[in-house]
C-alpha cells in the first residue's frame, strides 16, 4: 500500500506477480520439487519458449530450428546439417558437453562474448554481443600460395556492426550492440585446423551439384550454418564473395526466397545467389544476434566436435578441384 503523509509517499508493503523460479539439471531437466512457473510466463531453459501441454513444465523447448526434450537431453528430429558431421548422431545435443558449449538455435555455432551492464543513472540495460569468426585458410589451388593478406584483399570488410532497441525477458529496453568481426589465418596441413574456428578451401574450380537452386557456374560453395567454405582463387582478388560464403556458414536465410531460402532477391544485397552485390542489413545482423538474445555475460565457445574430419569430408563430397600434390602434403589423401 502506497499513500501520500505530509508531501511524502509511504509504501508498507506491495504486492507483486511471481512468474518463475526454475532450477535445471546441466542438460536442462527442471529439478523436481525445485521449480514454479506461472501458465503466464512462456519460456524456460535457456530462454526458449516451452511447450508444457504433452511433457510437462519445461520438458519440451522450442529452439528455433528444432525441438529439444530435456529429459532425455535429445533432438526430436533429424539435424539438418547432419551429412556435414557424419561422426555424431543427429540427435545429440552440445555434442554431450553443456558445460563447454551452447546451441543456441538447434542448428549451429561459432563464439560469442555477451557483456550486460546498467546505467546507474538511466537504468538503460547494455548489452554488447562480439561475435568472432576466424578462418583458416588452407590454399590448394595450383601456383604459389596465398598469403593472408591476399584473403583479406578479397572482400569488403571484414567487420560489420548493428545498434538497436530490444526488450529482454521482463520487458525491460535492451540498448544492444553487436560486432562481427572476421579474420583470417593461413594454415598448411589439416592437422592445424581446430575445432573453434571455420575453414575456408582456396581452390581452382568448384564444380556445379544437382541441388544448386541456381544453374550458373558457382565460384564459392558452403555449408549452411556451418564451419567450411570454399572460394576459386580467382574471386580472392577482388569481388564479395569470400563474405558471400560466410553468409552461409552464419546460417543467414530469406524467408521472401522460399524457393533459394539462402540467397536474397535484391541485387545489390551481398548473399544475392548471382553477383557481386556488397549490402549486408541490420536485419541480417539481427538474425546473428538472435542466437544470443537471452544470454548473459560470459564468452562462449561452440565450435563442431569433428572440425577436421568435417572438413575434408566437405573437400570431397563438393565437386571441387585442387592441386592434389599440394593437397596431399597438406595431409588429404
Known amino acids: 500500500m502506497v499513500q501520500k503523509i505530509k508531501g511524502y509517499l509511504s509504501c508498507n508493503y506491495f504486492n507483486f506477480n511471481y512468474l518463475y523460479s526454475l532450477n535445471y539439471h546441466p542438460f536442462g531437466m527442471v529439478m523436481p520439487g525445485r521449480n514454479y512457473s506461472s501458465d503466464k510466463y512462456r519460456f524456460g531453459f535457456n530462454g526458449k519458449e516451452k511447450d508444457d501441454e504433452v511433457k510437462g513444465l519445461g520438458n519440451s523447448l522450442d529452439f528455433g530450428a528444432r525441438i529439444y526434450d530435456s529429459r532425455i537431453c535429445r533432438w526430436l528430429s533429424v539435424d539438418g546439417l547432419e551429412s556435414a558431421y557424419p561422426n555424431n548422431s543427429p540427435y545429440i545435443f552440445v555434442r554431450d558437453n553443456p558445460i563447454l558449449r551452447i546451441d543456441p538455435d ?51 570488410t571484414s567487420k560489420f556492426d548493428v545498434n538497436f532497441l530490444d526488450k529482454d525477458q521482463s520487458g525491460n529496453v535492451v540498448d544492444v550492440e553487436v560486432h562481427v568481426n572476421v579474420s583470417f589465418e593461413i594454415i598448411n596441413h589439416v592437422d592445424q585446423i581446430s575445432n573453434d574456428k571455420n575453414v575456408m578451401f582456396i581452390v581452382d574450380d568448384i564444380g556445379s551439384q544437382p541441388t544448386d537452386y541456381i544453374k550458373s557456374d558457382p565460384v564459392g560453395r558452403a555449408t549452411m550454418g556451418g564451419q567450411q567454405a570454399a572460394v576459386e582463387k580467382s574471386e580472392i582478388y577482388g569481388g564479395s564473395t569470400v563474405m558471400h560464403e560466410l553468409g552461409h556458414n552464419l546460417g543467414l536465410k530469406f524467408e521472401n526466397n522460399p524457393n533459394d531460402p539462402g540467397h536474397s532477391k535484391d541485387k545489390d544485397h551481398l548473399m544475392f545467389g548471382a553477383g557481386q552485390g556488397a549490402r549486408l542489413e541490420d536485419s541480417d545482423l539481427k538474425k546473428v544476434y538472435n542466437s544470443f538474445r537471452f544470454l548473459n555475460d560470459g564468452k562462449y565457445e561452440m565450435g563442431a566436435g569433428k572440425a577436421k574430419s568435417t572438413s575434408i569430408d566437405f573437400l570431397k563430397n563438393n565437386n571441387l578441384r585442387y592441386d592434389k600434390d599440394k593437397a596431399s602434403k597438406a595431409g588429404i589423401k
Open 106 to 156: 538447434g542448428n549451429t555455432d561459432y563464439t560469442a562474448t555477451v557483456a550486460l551492464s546498467k546505467d546507474p543513472k538511466t537504468s538503460v540495460i547494455k548489452k554488447v554481443v562480439d561475435v568472432q569468426i576466424v578462418y583458416q585458410v588452407l590454399d590448394l589451388s595450383s601456383g604459389n600460395s596465398l598469403s593472408t593478406g591476399n584473403v583479406i584483399a578479397g572482400h569488403n
